[in-house]
T-cell receptor, first 113, second 110 residues
Framework: NAGVMQNPRHLVRRRGQEARLRCSPMKGHSHVYWYRQLPEEGLKFMVYLQKENIIDESGMPKERFSAEFPKEGPSILRIQQVVRGDSAAYFC???????????FGSGTQLSVL | GQSLEQPSEVTAVEGAIVQINCTYQTSGFYGLSWYQQHDGGAPTFLSYNALDGLEETGRFSSFLSRSDSYGYLLLQELQMKDSASYFCASGGGGGNKLTFGTGTQLKVEL
């Protein structure tokens, strides 16, 4: 049973470009969470999704950031017009929704030049 | 909202026992989880306390006191590979978001 798959592992963008981060949850998991982590800091909640629904986006910046989890395919975290402050590690996690335990992917390291 | 505070750094020697504390202020408390993260790697689940008391899983144990809004992770027989960051987390009940603590970097020395 494959774990949570995130790609790309590393993503480099120039200021003003768009970044698309992908996350495929574990098989059988219908709950997806996105977290952002700056160097030597904790994991900051961004958004929680179930299939085709955004359940909690209280951690998402109001502008430029969006997330989706379509019926088919991976969850996508999209950052438009990236700025240097967006540089961070973005982790995706999934759960079956019936337990407290989250399973994390290896993350995408976004670097904005 | 939720906030969880941890010491930023703890150092211990190989073979010793170390305790990492977590104090929290939350609304709608669902229990306390612990995660381990090696440098830049994926956080991995260690333990979860829904009720007061001690949960033991091998060399790791976790404790929760709801009345004191406090918990800790206890690591025994420390090994070099235990050097990592440790995060407490709250929430996640029935699929709610999980809020992470500030994190504790554990350094294990010879």
């Amino acid at each position: 049973n494959a774990g949570v798959m995130q790609n790309p592992r590393h993503l480099v963008r120039r200021r003003g470009q768009e970044a698309r981060l992908r996350c495929s949850p574990m098989k059988g998991h219908s709950h997806v969470y996105w977290y952002r982590q700056l160097p030597e800091e904790g994991l900051k909640f961004m958004v929680y999704l179930q299939k085709e629904n955004i359940i909690d986006e209280s951690g998402m910046p109001k502008e430029r950031f969006s997330a989706e989890f379509p019926k088919e395919g991976p969850s996508i975290l999209r950052i438009q017009q990236v700025v240097r402050g967006d540089s961070a590690a973005y982790f995706c996690a999934s759960s079956p929704g019936t337990e407290e335990k989250l399973f994390f992917g290896s993350g995408t390291q976004l670097s904005v030049l | 909202g939720q906030s969880l505070e941890q010491p930023s750094e703890v150092t211990a020697v190989e073979g010793a026992i170390v305790q990492i504390n977590c104090t929290y202020q939350t609304s709608g408390f669902y229990g306390l989880s612990w995660y381990q993260q090696h440098d830049g790697g994926a956080p991995t689940f260690l333990s979860y306390n829904a009720l007061d008391g001690l949960e033991e899983t091998g060399r790791f144990s976790s404790f929760l006191s709801r009345s004191d809004s406090y918990g800790y992770l206890l690591l025994q027989e420390l090994q070099m590979k235990d050097s990592a960051s440790y995060f407490c987390a709250s929430g996640g009940g029935g699929g709610n978001k999980l809020t992470f603590g500030t994190g504790t970097q554990l350094k294990v020395e010879l």
